[in-house]
């Protein structure tokens, strides 16, 4: 939705963030080789109708520019892009057709009454929706297809002379590019430490033949070794780019670790969260579903930025039909659905509501397609049952995947209720799931959820125990009972990676 009646570039909805996203999904490389992601990427709309009513009370002037190819219809009557229209006082239906085979479909309208504004709607010429637009485009010398970065110098904080070469250490994390001094080639060996940036065989990141004019491509590095030069022979600048967001959030205690750790964490969010929620700045720079999830989890507690989070929801998503699961994984795609509803309740936001609704609902739809006849979803070929990189017994369906199908069927009901829409069949199935769910996946014994049922082995994992906790799946006895038997049990295998970790800690916090 438009707050603002000032003119702002316009698409279809979601587009930006789509078209953006793929491009992100492509920015991965890994020592020399390019590592585009392996799974299903939608792109944008290349031809979209925007319209718009005016009942203009005086005669008026506006003109229209695009992205792409197309042209003005003025009831009626066709005129170019880029040139000044009259309009005659009156009743004026006004259309705008553009079509981009390099990028984004967009427009900007320069006009005292006729602008783009809040009110003009696209149309991919099967759905129609209100124009989309991002609060980074505002001017009409911008160009939507193209992310404006802010810069900020970053100078080495120390040189130092070893391995035949210099290490050059920006004392930061930069995410961006490196300018070389030099009197000839050179090669410039990255690295997050002074480790790898010294392997010159294996550095992840490398760049042979450099020169004063070579074009250097963006990466994330603290350290660069240059080997096979003196201390003086050449001058490295790095470039740090960002896009500006307001921090309001602060924290600060008497013990000086956890001050640190706050201030690593928080500026660890910040670098991963310029355009999109991204997994890391220097390796993969994809945008999973979960890590996502997480990040606006955090986010609604540091930076509150609304507007990475629906770019983030919107480029995940892609276009209206669902050909595989968000990342190829299960539970990926359902977090994301729960992550619409953590949206919504962080802003209150209920137009966006009503702009991803329907791809909420056709995601839990299908969801559906893909249970059995105990309402239990289950893993089809070319889909990957994650949950976490732990042990896990996940022959058959899965406890942890049902009981996110449960909070998604939580999660559609809810919002559809804000909506005014119909979801009582959702109750249907989470009543079924639920009480199938009890029935085959907890075990009295042992005072928790099993992994599956269907291998037999009655194995227990703290996964699913922890979802159970964190999405109100069972009443105050069995979380207690949760809580004995398998966080504070040191023989159910600890979790080993930081993303589940995360969880966890959350679900102690919620029982105290």
């Not at 995940?316 to 990342?327: A, P, T, V």
């Not at 994301?336 to 802003?347: A, F, P, R």
């Not at 009901?413 to 959702?426: F, H, N, P, S």
Request: charged fraction near 25%; hydrophobic fraction near 40%.
């Amino acid at each position: 939705m438009l707050m603002s009646k000032e003119a702002v570039w316009l698409w279809y909805p979601g587009d930006f963030e789509i078209h953006q996203g793929m491009l992100q999904n492509f920015k991965r490389e890994e020592r020399g080789m390019g590592w585009p992601a392996y799974w299903y990427i939608d792109d944008c709309n290349r031809n979209v109708n925007f319209k718009r009513h005016y009942d203009l009370k005086e005669s008026t002037q506006f003109t229209v520019l695009a992205k792409g190819t197309g042209y003005v219809d003025v009831n009626g009557t066709k005129y170019r892009l880029n040139h000044a229209i009259n309009c005659d006082a009156g009743a004026t239906d006004i259309q705008v057709f553009v079509g981009n085979v390099q990028g984004l479909p967009t427009i900007y309208i320069v006009g005292e009454i006729i602008k783009s504004d809040s009110g003009w709607l696209a149309s991919n010429f099967v759905t129609t929706l209100p124009a989309g637009h991002d609060i980074l485009y505002t001017d009409r010398n911008q160009d939507p297809n193209v992310i404006e970065y802010r810069t900020e110098k970053v100078v080495a904080k120390a040189q130092q002379a070893v391995d035949g070469g210099v290490l050059y250490d920006f004392g930061r994390a930069v995410n961006g590019t490196v300018t070389v001094k030099t009197n000839g080639p050179v090669t410039l060996c990255y690295g997050e430490s002074e480790t790898e940036a010294r392997d010159v065989e294996m550095c992840y990141y490398k760049q042979s033949d450099v020169t004063a004019t070579t074009k250097v491509r963006k990466r994330a590095f603290r350290y660069v070794f240059v080997p096979h030069c003196q201390l003086g022979d050449i001058e490295l600048t790095a470039m740090h780019e960002y896009i500006p967001k307001n921090n309001p959030s602060s924290f600060t205690s008497d013990n000086k670790l956890i001050n640190q750790i706050w201030n690593v964490a928080t500026e660890t969010l910040n670098l991963c969260s310029d355009l999109f929620f991204i997994d890391g700045i220097k390796r993969d720079r994809w945008i999973w579903a979960g890590d996502a999830y997480q990040a606006n989890f955090i986010n609604q507690y540091s930076f509150f930025n609304e507007d990475i989070d629906k770019r983030t929801l919107l480029a995940l998503r892609g276009q209206d039909d669902i050909k595989q699961h968000m990342n190829t994984i299960v539970d990926y795609s359902m977090l994301w659905v729960i992550g619409v509803l953590n949206h919504y309740q962080m802003t209150g936001d209920r137009e966006f509501l009503k702009i991803i609704y329907p791809k909420l609902e056709s995601m839990v739809q299908y969801f559906i397609q893909q249970t059995n006849e105990h309402g239990f979803i289950y893993g089809r070929k070319n889909d990957w049952i994650f949950v976490d990189w732990s042990e896990m017994d996940k022959q058959g369906t899965v406890a942890a995947e049902q009981i996110l199908l449960l909070e998604d069927y939580k999660t559609i009901m809810t919002c559809g209720e804000v909506l005014g829409k119909d979801v009582a069949g959702y109750q249907a199935k989470y009543d079924q799931l639920f009480k199938n769910l009890m029935k085959y996946f907890w075990d009295d014994e042992q005072g928790a959820f099993i992994d599956s049922y269907e291998s037999g082995k009655r194995h227990v994992t703290r996964h699913a125990n922890i979802f159970a906790i964190l999405f109100d799946v069972v009443d105050e006895n069995k979380q207690q009972l949760i809580l004995k038997n398998v966080l504070l049990n040191n023989a159910i295998t600890q979790i080993a990676t930081p993303y589940f970790k995360f969880f966890e800690q959350d679900a102690l916090c919620k029982l105290g």
